[in-house]
C-alpha cells in the first residue's frame, strides 16, 4: 500500500539585516526610529552614523544602537562606514526622519530568502502630511520606483550585502550618492518594491515649500548630468545645515 509522501519543508531563514542610519543633528527624530527598530521581531543589527552632530545626537544613538561611530559629515561615506561595520546578510540603509511599516524586517528576510534572483529592493513611499502635493510627490516616485527600478534613500533601499560590496558601496558623494547606487544596482540584476508603505518627514517640503523643493530636487538631477561635481551640487541645493535636523528650522 503507497503511503503518502511528506512535504519538503522550507528551509528555515538565516540571514540577518543590519540596518545602517546615517545621523547629522537628529536627536528629536532618532528616537523614535530606533525603538521601533529594537522591538522588531528578528531584532536587526543597528549601525548609526554620525556626521557630525552637535544636538546630542551620538548620546541618543548610544542608547539604543548595536553600533556607533562618528565621521565627517557626507551621507556617501556615512553609508559606507556603516556597512562596512554591518555584520548582517543584507544591508537596509534608512534615513533618520523615517517611519518604518510595521514587521518590516520579517518582511525583508522572507522577500529576500524565498527569492534568491533579487539584489535588493526598497518600500513604497508616503509621507507623514497627508496634502493633495504630498500624495502627488509620493506617487510620483513610487511610480518611478516600480516601472524604473530607481527607489531613492527615502524609501529604505536593501541589497544584498555581497551585491553591495561587488558593486563598491555608494559613491563617496554627500549628494545623490543614493541616485548613483540604484543605478548600478538596477544594471546589476533585479530588485523588488514591496507594497508597504514607509512613512518619511515632510519637513523638507514644508520648510522650502513643495514647488520649490521639487525644483531643486529636478535642478539638481538637471546639473549631475550636466557634468557638475557632487560636492558643487551639495553646497548650492543641499547645505549640510539644511540637512538632518536642520530642515525641522524655520
Do not use: C
Amino acid at each position: 500500500m503507497p503511503t503518502a509522501s511528506t512535504p519538503a519543508q522550507a528551509a528555515p531563514i538565516t540571514e540577518q539585516v543590519s540596518v545602517v542610519i546615517p545621523t547629522l543633528n537628529e536627536a528629536v527624530r532618532l528616537p523614535k526610529l530606533l525603538e521601533m527598530l529594537v522591538l522588531e521581531t528578528p531584532r536587526p543589527e543597528i549601525i548609526v552614523v554620525d556626521g557630525g552632530s552637535n544636538d546630542g545626537t551620538v548620546n541618543t544613538a548610544r542608547i539604543w544602537a548595536d553600533r556607533v561611530h562618528e565621521t565627517m559629515p557626507g551621507r556617501g561615506q556615512q553609508l559606507n562606514l556603516g556597512a562596512r561595520e554591518a555584520s548582517g546578510d543584507i544591508l537596509w540603509f534608512f534615513h533618520a526622519d523615517s517611519t518604518p511599516p510595521p514587521r518590516s524586517v520579517t518582511k525583508i528576510l522572507e522577500l529576500m530568502h524565498n527569492r534568491p534572483e533579487l539584489d535588493g529592493g526598497a518600500f513604497r513611499l508616503k509621507f507623514d502630511r497627508d496634502t493633495f502635493a504630498m500624495r502627488t510627490i509620493a506617487w510620483g516616485a513610487n511610480l518611478r520606483s516600480r516601472w524604473l527600478s530607481m527607489p531613492w534613500g527615502d524609501q529604505g533601499l536593501f541589497v544584498r550585502r555581497s551585491v553591495f560590496l561587488e558593486l563598491g558601496g555608494f559613491p563617496d558623494w554627500p549628494i545623490l550618492e543614493d541616485f548613483q547606487f540604484q543605478r548600478l544596482l538596477a544594471r546589476h540584476g533585479k530588485t523588488y518594491l514591496l507594497r508597504d508603505k514607509l512613512t518619511t518627514s515632510a519637513r523638507r517640503y514644508e520648510k522650502l515649500g513643495a514647488m520649490r523643493a521639487m525644483a531643486m530636487n529636478f535642478n539638481t538631477l538637471w546639473w549631475h548630468y550636466r557634468g557638475k561635481s557632487p560636492a558643487s551640487l551639495q553646497a548650492k541645493f543641499r547645505p549640510f545645515v539644511e540637512q538632518g535636523g536642520g530642515a525641522d528650522e524655520k
